[in-house]
Structure formats: structure tokens, C-alpha cells
């Protein structure tokens, strides 16, 4: 009878650090999981103010304007209106430091300027646009400056771009 109360106890020792052994594998994840804080998200910030409705773009060769539910674009291009206003809407990129955008600031060429206006806006957004080999340089709705790299037809209507080109 001992040897069979013998054999319970050992086998619940077993048990136990079977189990402790278990927790011990597992507390780093608890920890990560539970006590600390997770890491921040990197958000790339938006061009344009995500919470509010956009209304019309006005650049100085041609205009994006939503009236009575639908995007009109005042120059023929090979994108609809209503995708070149989604891709404006969409456009996110990386924030660029003020030292940097100083450094940058010496060879950056003449910049374009756009109007953004809202719903329920009194003032417009007014957006800088430089245009670099490698990216864009914009200033965003935070007054912040963020570079984007995306191909100059995407933001700017084709038949538009080769007004400017021509342009004295």
C-alpha cells in the first residue's frame, strides 16, 4: 500500500513540474501580452484631412470638383474623375523632419501649389508640391512636410502634365 501512495505522490510531482515547466515556457508571452505596453503603430500621415469631405482640388492647369454627386475633372485625361479624387484622398506618406526638408531645401525646384477645399470649410488647404527626381515633397493638412514616391500621372491628369511641360 505504501509503494502504491508513494507511486500517487511521485507521479503528482511529476504532474506539478510538468506544469510549472509549461508556465515557465509561456511567461515571456504572458508578459509581452499583458504587462507591457504594446508598440506604437508607425502611421504614415495623410495628405489630405481624412475626416472631412472632400469638395473640389484647383491646381493652376486644371480642377477636381464634386457637385451633385459626381467628380468632374475640367481637362481630358486617361482617369476618370472619380478615381483620380480616390487616389488624392489616399495619398499617405512618410514625414520628412524639418532638418531634413532643411538640407533639402537648397536644390529643391519652383513649387507648384494646389487648393483643397472641404465640406463645411471656410478656408481652403493649401498644398506645396515639389517634384524631385526620386519623390514628391508635400505639405500635408498638419502642416507637416512627407514625401511620396508614386509616378507623376497618378496624381496629376496626363493631358494636364504636358500643358505645364510645354508651358514657358
Known sequence: MQSTSRRRRWNNFLI?????????????????SYLMDPPPETQYPYLLNPALDLKAIY??????????????????????????????????????PEDNYQALQANLPSPSSLEV????????????????????????????????????????????NQNQKTAP
Open 59 to 96: 491646381a493652376t492647369q486644371w480642377s477636381l470638383t464634386y457637385q451633385d454627386g459626381a467628380w468632374t475633372l475640367t481637362v481630358p485625361a486617361k482617369v476618370n474623375a472619380e478615381e483620380l479624387a480616390l487616389r488624392w484622398q489616399g495619398i499617405v506618406g512618410t514625414e520628412v
Open 117 to 160: 477645399w472641404y465640406t463645411d470649410q471656410e478656408e481652403p488647404q493649401r498644398i506645396t508640391v515639389y517634384q524631385l527626381p526620386q519623390f514628391w515633397l508635400l505639405k500635408n493638412w498638419q502642416d507637416k512636410w512627407i514625401a511620396v514616391t508614386l509616378e507623376e500621372n497618378y496624381l496629376f491628369p496626363n493631358d494636364a
Open 16 to 32: 506539478l513540474g510538468v506544469v510549472a515547466f509549461m508556465v515557465i515556457l509561456n511567461l515571456p508571452t504572458v508578459i509581452k
